[in-house]
């Protein structure tokens, strides 16, 4: 399988961190000094995805300004001799014709708004990818995923997984573990949001997919589930009635940057940590504040 394309289902309201979504989009809150679609961006990127497309909603064209060009900036750091800042905008910068956007109309669920990206996708299998799920790791989740994906059959599919707290699993999608092969297993059943006690293990379905196009065609006919809406998980189930479905424990730390505390000011701190010029100064103002 060759993965050329991702979809990036940006079209959520951010309830989980208002008010500082009132007004802004939750996948450009920053995290150190990107926002969050920059660094999933960019995994996509490592990882050899050639077209990116995102899934948009109201409100969301910052998104869409975010990776266009600003002439008008440009052109400032340019008398101003700023090279290091115009370089950095270089590298941003998708090439043309490698990012395209649709609209998902109203809130009815990730499956609706992968659903949403079907004629650009076409029939080929692709990747999804949430933005406000980062995973600290190189190389990237996605990349993980696609080289695993490799060694797997044309009509395979696969999700990365993570291992959670078994009092919690209600609160998650959750798959069964089949046949295992060091950290890649195949799926023995899926299900959204298990009732406590009933889970058929802790592994929890996070934040990246690989799929086939024919997932499609059940998110057309997809009923409403958990929580009113067309999910995602229950459109994999039945996928999996006639294609393999596979799990990868990936290596990494998964941060959920859609929530407040602890999960974005976390992922914050673990971010600035890994930069090597902001590592010192980031623990000793730490130490500072908590009295050390």
């Known amino acids: ?18 008010p500082a979504t ?11 000094d990107k926002p969050l ?19 948009t909603g109201r409100n969301k064209n910052v998104i869409e300004d975010h990776f266009d060009r600003m002439f008008e ?50 029939n080929e299998p692709f990747a999804v990818v949430l933005p406000d799920e980062l995973v600290l790791n190189s190389p990237g989740c996605l990349k993980q995923m696609i080289e695993t994906a490799s060694t797997l059959g044309e009509k395979s599919n696969l999700v ?14 959750i798959c069964g ?6 950290k890649m297993f195949e799926v023995d059943g899926m299900v959204e949001k298990p009732a406590k006690g009933t889970a058929p293990s802790n592994l929890s379905i996070t934040g990246r997919y690989i799929l ?3 997932i499609f065609k059940i998110l057309e006919t997809q009923e409403r589930g958990a929580g009113g809406e067309i999910q995602l998980t229950d459109a994999m189930i039945g996928l999996a009635k006639s294609q393999k479905f596979y799990g990868v424990e990936f290596e990494g730390e998964r941060h959920d940057c859609g929530s407040k505390p602890p999960g974005f000011l976390r992922a914050n701190i673990a971010y600035g940590l890994k930069r090597p010029e902001l590592r010192d100064g980031l623990i000793a103002e730490m130490k500072k504040y908590l009295g050390q």
């Open 1 to 18: 399988m060759k993965i050329r394309k991702a979809v990036f289902p940006v079209a959520g309201l951010g309830t989980r961190v208002l």
């Open 73 to 122: 900036l440009d052109a400032t750091l340019s008398q101003r001799g700023k090279k290091a800042e115009q370089e950095i905008l270089a590298q941003n910068q998708p090439e043309a014709g490698a990012v395209s956007f649709t609209r998902q109309q109203a809130p009815l669920g990730l499956g609706h708004a992968v659903w949403c990206a079907r004629d650009i996708v076409g």
């Open 177 to 182: 573990v089949g046949k295992r092969n060091g």
């Open 22 to 32: 009132k007004a802004m989009p939750k996948e450009m809150l920053t995290i150190v």
């Open 37 to 55: 679609i920059q660094y999933v961006y960019d995994e996509a990127r490592e990882a050899g995805i050639e077209h990116f497309i995102f899934v």
């Open 160 to 173: 990365a997984v993570e291992a959670v707290p078994d009092h919690l699993t209600h609160q998650y999608g």
């Open 212 to 214: 086939q196009p024919e």
